[in-house]
């Protein structure tokens, strides 16, 4: 049988526990898992892209299914260049639902051989989001129980 492989985009801005259930379930699915940082200048993230993957790279090392790299433009025309036209995303709760549908049928209309997965992670996890967690970060909270060392390194240093 041929490799099966899917795109994991994203910010990771950083990478939560969150982000890392999704690409362990992902691994179970799929031989390759190609995590895409997503460069996203609009977006203002708090780290650069090298540094995300950083992150992700460190705390997805365990694990010879995944490959982390940026993502420059749009997702499509990364597919087509990989050649690889499953996209998987994580779905948290209703709220991300809306937004989620809309990127999933714009994709199929720029490219109609992507299919996009939804992949649902552990319920302790539902509740988190990068975003959550800088704003914990920013007021000197302890964000350990949510993000992997190599992030709590990352927003240490980067907030302090
Ligand atoms: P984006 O800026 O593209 O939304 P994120 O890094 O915030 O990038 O999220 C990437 C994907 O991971 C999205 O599909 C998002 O819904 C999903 N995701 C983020 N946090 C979680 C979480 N705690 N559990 C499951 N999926 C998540």
Same mark, same amino acid.
């Given at each position: 049988?041929?490799?099966?492989g899917?795109i994991?985009p994203?910010?990771?801005d +950083?990478?939560t526990f969150?982000h890392? =259930? *999704?690409?362990?379930? #992902?691994?179970q699915?799929?031989d390759?898992?190609i *995590?895409a940082v997503a460069t ?5 993230? %708090?780290f /650069?892209?090298?540094?995300r993957i950083?992150?992700? !790279? !460190? @705390?997805? #090392? ?6 982390v790299? @940026?993502?420059d433009?749009?997702l499509v =025309?990364f597919?087509r260049d $990989?050649g690889i036209?499953?996209?998987?995303r994580g %779905?948290?709760a209703v709220? =991300?639902f ?5 990127? #999933?049928l714009?994709?199929r209309? &720029? !490219?109609p051989? %992507? !299919?996009t *997965?939804? &992949?649902? +992670?552990?319920e302790d996890?539902?509740?988190l989001?990068s975003?959550?967690v800088?704003?914990? #970060?920013?007021l000197?909270? =302890?964000?350990?129980p949510? *993000?992997?060392?190599s992030a /709590? $390194?990352g &927003?240490?240093?980067?907030l302090e």
């Amino acid at each position: 049988m041929t490799p099966r492989g899917a795109i994991y985009p994203g910010s990771f801005d +950083p990478v939560t526990f969150g982000h890392l =259930d *999704v690409i362990s379930r #992902a691994t179970q699915l799929f031989d390759l898992v190609i *995590v895409a940082v997503a460069t996203g200048e609009g977006k203002h993230p %708090l780290f /650069t892209v090298e540094e995300r993957i950083r992150m992700l !790279e !460190e @705390s997805t #090392a365990n694990n010879p299914a995944v490959e982390v790299v @940026s993502l420059d433009g749009l997702l499509v =025309d990364f597919a087509r260049d $990989r050649g690889i036209f499953t996209v998987i995303r994580g %779905l948290r709760a209703v709220s =991300d639902f809306e937004f989620e549908f809309q990127m #999933a049928l714009m994709n199929r209309k &720029l !490219e109609p051989r %992507l !299919e996009t *997965v939804f &992949l649902t +992670p552990k319920e302790d996890y539902t509740y988190l989001s990068s975003r959550i967690v800088k704003e914990v #970060a920013r007021l000197g909270g =302890d964000v350990s129980p949510f *993000v992997p060392p190599s992030a /709590t $390194r990352g &927003l240490r240093t980067k907030l302090e």
